[in-house]
């Protein structure tokens, strides 16, 4: 009956398709059906991910992947350890931090001299932080009115380099700046960003918009009032052509480090009052992007602004849009939605709504505008779609607006000869996947307009970056529930194809008979609830101390740590066909985590959007604590993801919560997220360790 129902959707969905789609989105499969659930795996890698961001697959299927407090993790798939690759020190206001990383193109291909990792991070700058000492005062948050000078020391960066990857870290040391982007910060929001590459070279980074969109009605933010902070008026950056936020940027990286300016952008090098990186403008929060290195198409996810419904007076309600770009264009933000939904010129200052926006001749009169004030035509993304049904696409379904742009599979025949390949099928070739954050689902695009379910029965945990590796298996890195910080359901996990053996991988588990204390700590570890869906024998191999190193084959085992630090003890299984798993157990000596308590405000706590509420945090550590070091985020929570505000110091204090203009917190799903976090100072011998908390206040009228 499900495959019925399926079957009749995705018919619809292909009358209704437009030819762009249609025409642009890969060769793919004429059959009606692709191939069943149950011919594919979810294999976990990493289920200690910290809060993650984005990933890389290397040419020998390891995997790179970030979190946004700094942390690089990398996967070693022989023997299943997952080490840290790197730690940058990152400014972590609202949602800045570490946000992407690549490879360069020529990675792995015996040059050393190519031997590239990009990322585009925050550097923390001189950047205003909280201070403990004045608990009644946020020094780290941006005024919301002023003159420049009150701006002034907010403005910031995000910073694009590359750095040497040594073999299994990379080192810092190395560093080449490639490209700042100019941020506002110490206020919300936007400031995510993506790399690609395409077949020659060509480097893309998307950029948000870095605009705070919560005090225009979930519409075009596009407050130009005197002394109101720049950061409220999207027309300084993403309408801006000569500015690079909100964009998807392209430019050529040198062997210094310095790029040069390809053909094909948006503004011929040159021209005044643009930036010739520019490759596509007037985007919102192209969060994640990919390019498709057998046809040059770069398809771009972009996400929505939160009005619920349409208002005359404002403009159309949220738009997801998701866009396949062969050319330089103007995408419309903050004056359309889409090329065919204008917003409407409305005036901040007097509450008067003006006439819409010409989407074929947009005009930028921003007093914030450094750029051209005619802009180029809007071009219409190939998908758009907001909360409820599409009429045009259907197959999309209902719920949150959270678009990303996933990759397009290559099949290769020659990653089906091994001997347990995990090689998607042909099914998919050339087809790309949309992924859904707030709808935890995936899509794939085929050329003859079908918008099809990817494994709907699998579970994708809030997906937050996906590639194929070259084993041709779908890597994913999943968010989980919850609000910047590792969620329990966070991890990386690799999808696999097992249609052509039939052979799945085995499922591992480890459990030690104490997790912490002090040298020399003898541990107990067992393998005991460890299945292989196939019912094969198992081999069985422990690595306690995770130097590459086999310490037992038993599926019991005993070892003793004679040094203190963090070990994260793994167990990786192998079956009869060469199918391994692995999975750990953290253990920790000499040091212990820190336990972290929010004891004011409580969950489910009752208030008001805009009330100051007063917080007290409970550290309990084996080492002295410093309150300096205890920050707490809040985050405005809508639906099932949020937006971080500002951070505050200290185990006492206050936070001005904000109010979120044009919702409804009985009809739009909000709350108020506060979740503290406190990292010890370790020492000689030990990493330092970390603890959060979380509670969810609910609003009141």
């Known amino acids: 009956m499900r495959t019925r129902t399926a079957i009749a959707a995705l018919t619809a969905a292909a009358i209704l398709m ?12 004429a059959a009606v059906a692709p191939p069943p659930d149950d011919q594919f795996q979810k294999v976990t890698l990493n289920d200690n991910p910290g809060e993650p961001m984005d990933l890389a697959v290397l040419p020998d299927s390891r995997v790179l992947h970030t979190t946004r407090t700094g942390v690089v993790w990398l996967h070693d798939p022989k023997t299943g350890l997952n080490t840290q690759a790197a730690r940058l020190d990152v400014y972590r206001h609202d949602e800045e931090g570490l946000q992407s990383i690549a490879l360069s193109p020529g990675f792995g291909k015996g040059s050393k001299a190519d031997d590239w990792v990009y990322l585009y991070y925050s550097p923390p700058l001189n950047t205003p932080i909280d201070d403990p000492a004045t608990p009644d005062v946020n020094e780290g948050d941006a005024p919301t009115t002023g003159t420049p000078a009150d701006f002034a020391p907010f403005k910031g960066l995000i910073r694009l380099s590359r750095f040497r990857f040594t073999g299994a870290t990379i080192d810092l040391r190395t560093e080449q700046r490639v490209l700042d982007v100019p941020v506002d910060r110490g206020i ?17 980074l998307s950029t948000g918009d870095d605009t705070n969109p919560f005090s225009s009605g979930g519409y075009a933010p596009i407050d130009e009032r005197p002394g109101q902070n720049p950061a409220f008026d999207a027309q300084r950056s993403a309408g801006n052509t000569n500015d690079l936020r909100g964009k998807v940027l392209r430019i050529k990286v040198r062997a210094d480090g310095s790029y040069m300016i390809p053909r094909g952008n948006l503004f011929p090098s040159g021209t005044a009052g643009t930036r010739p990186e520019i490759y596509a403008m007037g985007l919102r929060n192209p969060f994640r992007i990919e390019l498709n290195r057998s046809t040059g198409d770069l398809y771009v996810g972009d996400y929505s602004p939160d009005a619920r419904a349409a208002d005359p007076l404002r403009g159309p309600a949220g738009t997801g849009k998701w866009a396949l770009i062969r050319k330089a264009g103007n995408y419309g933000w903050p004056y359309c939605a889409t090329a065919r939904l204008p917003y409407v010129d409305y ?3 007097t509450g008067a709504s003006g006439a819409k ?3 074929a001749a947009p005009v930028n009169e921003s007093p914030h505008n450094t750029g051209l004030r005619k802009l180029p035509p809007v071009a219409q993304p190939d998908v758009w779609y907001s909360y409820g049904p599409s009429a045009e696409f259907p197959a999309l379904g209902t719920g949150g607006i959270g678009p990303m742009a996933g990759p397009a599979y290559h099949f290769d025949p020659r990653t089906t000869r091994g001997r347990a390949p995990v090689a998607w099928p042909k099914y998919f070739d050339g087809v790309p996947l949309f992924y859904e954050w707030t709808r935890d689902y995936v899509k ?6 079908r918008i099809e379910d990817v494994l709907p029965s699998f579970v994708f945990d809030n997906p937050m970056d996906m590639e194929f590796g070259p084993d041709g298996a779908l890597y994913v890195l999943e968010y989980g529930d919850g609000y910047f910080q590792e969620n329990p359901d966070a991890q990386l996990a690799r999808y696999d194809y097992i249609g052509y053996t039939g052979n799945h991988t085995p499922i591992p588990a480890a459990a030690a008979s104490v997790t912490s204390g002090h040298a020399p700590l003898t541990v107990r570890f067992t393998s005991a609830g460890t299945t292989d869906p196939d019912g094969d ?7 306690f101390n995770a130097d590459g190193t086999v310490d037992s084959r038993s599926p019991e085992a005993s070892y003793t740590f004679r040094t203190n630090g963090l070990y994260n003890a793994t167990l990786k299984v192998t079956d009869t066909a060469g199918m391994s798993a692995a999975t750990s157990v953290r253990i920790v000596v000499g040091n212990a985590a820190p336990v972290v308590e929010l004891v004011r405000p409580a969950e489910g706590q009752a208030f008001h959007f805009g009330d100051v509420v007063e917080f007290e945090v409970r550290i309990t550590d084996d080492q002295p604590v410093d309150c300096a070091n205890v920050t707490v985020d809040y985050i405005l929570g809508h639906d099932d993801h949020g937006h971080p505000q500002t951070t505050a110091r200290g185990c006492t204090g206050s936070i001005q919560t904000t109010e979120p203009s044009g919702h409804d917190p009985e009809t739009d799903h909000l709350t108020g997220v506060f979740v503290a976090g406190y990292t010890d100072p370790g020492g000689a011998d030990l990493p330092p360790l970390t603890g959060s908390d979380q509670v969810v206040l609910q609003p009141t009228r």
């Open 188 to 204: 919300c929001c936007h400031v995510g960003g993506d790399i690609v590459f395409d077949a020659g070279g060509n480097l893309y």
């Open 18 to 29: 437009p030819a762009a789609v249609a025409n642009a989105t890969g060769s793919g499969s």
């Open 537 to 543: 024998r198992l081999r069985y191999a422990w690595d």
């Open 347 to 349: 005036d901040f200052a």
């Open 357 to 359: 926006f010409d989407c």
């Open 444 to 449: 794939a695009f085929h050329r003859d307009g």
